[in-house]
């Protein structure tokens, strides 16, 4: 089956860095997305990765390496507004996009 | 943000009632999804439409019905739902369809949606 894991929730403090994790177990590789979704809100599009290593677009960056399955969102000089969900999704093999169940990350002062 | 837009954002229905879901995208975006969205558990993928054409059923029930008169637009039609059907459902559109090379997803607001 294919499977899309991150953890449940995380918590960080204001002015810190946190890396969101995401593994996946698809048939086959077409590219990996991160999206943010505020509560009651749209998911928003934040990244794409498609190669291995790191795509950076300012406070955020996000890193593959299909090797291994693996990814991670980074996010730096955390701000109260980034407190939200963070949706780790993979396009497979017949282009369907796989969605990992979410991280909720909360900012604390 | 309102490139994709859903109404209504909320809706109470008991499990006798029929209701339709609205998604407007003015993205002009060629593709639309429909997806449900459960506490703590990844999205689901309902349909796709494709240059309103229906491309993507992922083993939905009947009684969720879709419609897209054009690409603009996305309904999805609800009747006699289970009280299990109670999620948020998210409408996105894409450029293109899935495989596409511009197919990253745009979402609407989602509509929190009660079955009593």
């Known amino acids: 089956g294919q499977n899309i894991d991150q953890p449940t929730e995380m918590t960080a403090t204001e002015g810190a860095i946190v890396q969101i994790n995401c593994t996946y177990q698809?048939?086959?590789?077409?590219?990996l997305f991160w999206y943010q979704q505020h509560a009651g809100e749209a998911p928003t599009f934040l990244s794409y990765?498609?190669l291995d290593g790191l795509e950076e677009k300012g406070r955020f960056s996000s890193f593959l390496s299909r090797s291994k399955g693996y990814s991670y969102l980074l996010l730096k000089e955390l701000q109260m507004k980034d407190s939200a969900s963070y949706l780790c999704?993979?396009?497979?093999?017949?282009?369907?996009?796989?969605w990992g169940a979410g991280t909720k990350l909360i900012i604390k002062p | 943000e309102t490139g994709v837009t859903q109404t209504p954002r909320h809706l109470v229905m008991g499990m006798t009632n029929k209701k339709s879901l609205k998604c407007e995208q003015h993205l002009g975006h060629n593709a639309m999804y429909w997806y449900k969205q459960s506490a703590k558990k990844p999205l689901e993928l309902m349909f796709v439409y494709n240059f309103k054409e229906q491309t993507e059923n992922n083993s939905v029930p009947s009684r969720f019905s879709p419609e897209c008169p054009n690409s603009s637009h996305l309904f999805l039609h609800l009747h006699t739902l289970q009280p299990e059907d109670s999620a948020l459902y998210l409408c996105a559109s894409s450029q293109e369809g899935p495989g596409g090379g511009t197919d990253t997803q745009y979402f609407g607001p989602g509509t929190r949606l009660t079955v009593l």
């Open positions: 999704a993979v396009r497979d093999s017949n282009y369907q996009l796989i």
């Open positions: 990765n498609v």
């Open positions: 698809t048939s086959g590789f077409n590219g």
